[in-house]
Each structure stands twice: as structure tokens, then as C-alpha cells.
């Protein structure tokens, strides 16, 4: 069956209907509270890595669905890293660690056990945007020094060379990534905006997330593709705001539980099953982990669902 299917059971005389359910869950939370850390991989194979808690840390977290657990250690210590692909092949980008470096060019893969240097990114960038695979990466936006502007670049990676792609239509930093190198979207954007990518050139689908607040766009939790897609948070003060993209509009869904922002900076999951760990609260940092289910039977903690 269906959303929004109807018919009649002419054994028990009722009308029946199917309606999907929206709702977030807690799951396990992290073994190191941070925030700003790189996020990759789906809800039931996730993984974060470096961020920042008391310190910046390089320490990476592997989720299985009900508990994390610890893989191995970022070569480059830094904290709002842009992240990407799955848990055993993952990618690493750009981030900060001062005084040794305000932005950073690093980039690694990892192999769900360790992590190895790769090729460089063209420019020293962190707060960046993130999606796709480890050998096929779309970056873009950013902040490459102290009271600097935003940066409107993009750049495509493809396991082993850099290559710069189509321009942002103005500047902008952690946005929300969804999709792939040749089919992304790029939401919030510091003003709300849903941007698509097409492996060759920025387009505006003149839609915007439904927040309240001013500027409540950045820094936000993801999941899913460019036509179907879960943002959930964001600042520059937490939030619990989550939003369902399907293609052409945002549709406001259940809250957050802990309101936060700069959770893992890359997207994690689907727009059906998603997940958020960590990040930022008021005041401090947390460790705590949600589950996002949207489907015909969500059953939620604590909870009785609906049987025959």
C-alpha cells in the first residue's frame, strides 16, 4: 500500500487508509560529546570523525544502529570537517585546528579502519558544504581565514584530482548537503535558500525552508537526495526544526528532542531513516544521538503503536 491509499474491508465493515509517520527516536549516544565533526554513511552503518569537545580531537565513532563504537584516529586533528561517502569508505575534507592551521587543505580517506592521506584540496577552506562518495566528492563554500567572506567555489574530487566546478550563485558556509557529485542540493545557505547542482552549474528552486528566526539555516543535520531530503537543527542558536524536502517544496515535521547545531558537518542516511549525533547545545556540548524513521509503522521509545 500506498500514502493516502484508501479502501474498504468488507470483513471487518471499516474504511482503511495508509498515512506515513514522521518521528524521532534516541539512539546510543556518543562516546565523546563534540561538535563540527565529519559525518558519513546511513543510519545503521554511520560513522563521525575529529570534531571538537573540550579540545579538538581526531577521535572517529562508528554507529551499527544501536551503539558506537571506536575506529581509528584522523592523521590531521581538526573540527568543522566536511565529510562524505559510507562508513568503510569514507572521506575527510578541509576543517580547522589553530594555531596549526585556521583552514586546512587535508584530505583522507578511510577504509572502516584506518585513515590515509590523500590528495590535497586546491584551497584552504573550513565550514564547507559536502556530498557524495569518497571517489566522487562535490565541496563547496566555506571560510578560509578570519573575518573573511564566505567563498562561492566549487570543487569536484574523484578519488585521486581536484577540479574546480560551477559557481555559487553568491557565498555561502555549512550549508545542508544532500545527493550526489552530479545531482546535489545545497540548503539553507545563510538565507534559506534550496540550491541544485548538476555536475556542471548551481540552479535556484526558489523554495525555502520553513524556520522561524532569522538566519536559523546553517549548521543543520542531513539526509536523503536532492529530491527527497530530512534537515533537522542548525544556528547560529540550536534549533529543533526539522523539514522534509520532496523535490519541489519543505514541509515543516516533528521536532528534534535536544535542539542543536554543527552536528556532523555531511549527510547521513535517507529521507526515511536518518540520524544526527552530537553537536552543539545552550550551553555546551552534547553526545546525544537520534534516529529520524519516516514510514507506514514508526515505532517510537517508550511507545505503543497501533496492531490489528
Not at 104 to 119: I, K, P, V
Not at 191 to 210: E, F, H, K, M, V
Not at 250 to 262: M, Q, S, V
Amino acid at each position: 500500500p500506498l500514502e493516502g491509499q484508501m479502501w474498504y474491508n468488507n470483513t471487518t465493515g471499516t474504511l482503511k487508509g495508509v498515512t506515513v509517520t514522521s518521528a524521532w527516536s534516541s539512539g546510543a549516544p556518543l562516546s565523546t560529546a563534540r561538535f563540527a565533526t565529519a559525518g558519513a554513511g546511513i543510519q545503521t552503518a554511520a560513522l563521525v570523525a575529529g570534531g571538537y569537545s573540550t579540545a579538538v580531537v581526531g577521535i572517529t565513532e562508528e554507529y551499527n544502529g544501536s551503539g558506537w563504537t571506536t575506529g581509528g584516529t584522523l592523521n590531521a586533528v581538526r573540527y568543522y570537517i566536511g565529510g562524505a561517502g559510507t562508513q568503510t569508505a569514507a572521506i575527510a575534507m578541509s576543517g580547522r585546528n589553530p594555531p596549526a592551521g585556521w583552514s586546512l587543505t587535508n584530505t583522507e580517506d578511510y577504509n572502516g579502519a584506518s585513515w590515509t592521506n590523500t590528495t590535497a584540496s586546491p584551497t584552504a577552506l573550513n565550514q564547507v558544504t559536502t556530498t557524495g562518495t569518497q571517489t566522487a566528492t562535490l565541496l563547496w563554500g566555506g571560510v578560509n581565514a578570519p573575518s573573511s567572506p564566505n567563498v562561492s567555489t566549487t570543487y569536484e574530487f574523484d578519488g585521486s584530482t581536484w577540479t574546480s566546478g560551477g559557481a555559487l550563485p553568491g557565498v555561502l558556509k555549512v550549508a545542508g548537503a544532500f545527493g550526489t557529485q552530479t545531482a546535489a542540493m545545497s540548503a539553507g545557505n545563510e538565507d534559506g535558500s534550496t540550491l541544485y547542482y548538476n555536475g556542471a552549474s548551481w540552479s535556484d528552486q526558489s523554495a525555502t525552508i520553513p524556520y522561524s528566526g532569522a538566519d536559523y539555516w546553517n549548521y543543520a543535520g542531513t539526509s536523503g537526495t536532492q529530491t527527497a531530503g530530512v534537515i533537522a537543527g542548525g544556528g547560529p542558536t540550536a534549533v529543533t526544526t526539522t523539514a522534509i524536502w520532496d523535490g519541489s517544496a519543505w514541509a515543516a515535521n516533528p521536532a528534534l528532542a535536544t535542539a542543536r547545531l554543527t552536528g556532523p558537518m555531511g549527510p547521513i542516511g535517507t529521507s526515511t531513516a536518518g540520524i544526527v549525533a552530537g553537536g552543539e547545545v545552550s550551553p555546551g556540548v552534547t553526545a546525544a544521538t537520534e534516529e529520524f524513521n519516516r514510514t507506514a509503522s514508526v515505532i517510537t521509545a517508550a511507545t505503543w503503536a497501533a496492531g490489528g
